[in-house]
């Protein structure tokens, strides 16, 4: 008779147990997406991506990003630096009007719209934007100019 009242005892508590755990929400139980293998949507994990061995997945999630959050600055830069690397010039540079639309105090955009512009040949606008950032005194984007002009 003991070892019955055990057995019951035993199964009445299992039963707790699981209208416990049924009754917690999702997020305490589980699917959580901790152990979900894709990294997390944003432009750190994405340029960790495109300097590892998965470059296009990066470029994907940043535009993912951009798709969830059009104006994310840091979202559109990036993509805009890949166009220029990749010789996109032109999206290059609708990327970067993006970004002066919402930000036009972005002097980084004003340097890679000069870039891309003399790549494509156009050097007036070239010179305008190059002077854009000659004329904002960082000295780092000023740097960054020099260096392009000097591998002309």
Known sequence: MKTFQKQIFIVFLG?????????????????NNLNT??????????????ESNNPMEGVFMLR????????????????????IQSKQYNKAIERFNQLLIID??????????????????NEEEANFFFDKVLRSNNNL???????????Q
């Open 104 to 121: 036009s105090l972005d002097k980084r955009a004003y340097l890679h719209l000069g870039i891309s512009n003399f790549e494509l040949g």
């Open 37 to 50: 293998t894709e990294p997390i949507e944003n432009v750190e994990n994405a340029l960790k991506l495109i």
């Open 141 to 151: 984007l000023i740097e960054q100019l020099n260096l392009f002009l000097n591998k």
């Open 15 to 31: 039963i707790i147990m699981v209208i416990i755990l049924y009754s917690f929400p999702k997020y305490v139980v589980g699917d």
């Open 64 to 83: 993912k990003i951009l798709e969830k959050e059009p104006k994310n600055k840091e979202a559109l830069f990036n993509l805009g630096v890949l166009s």
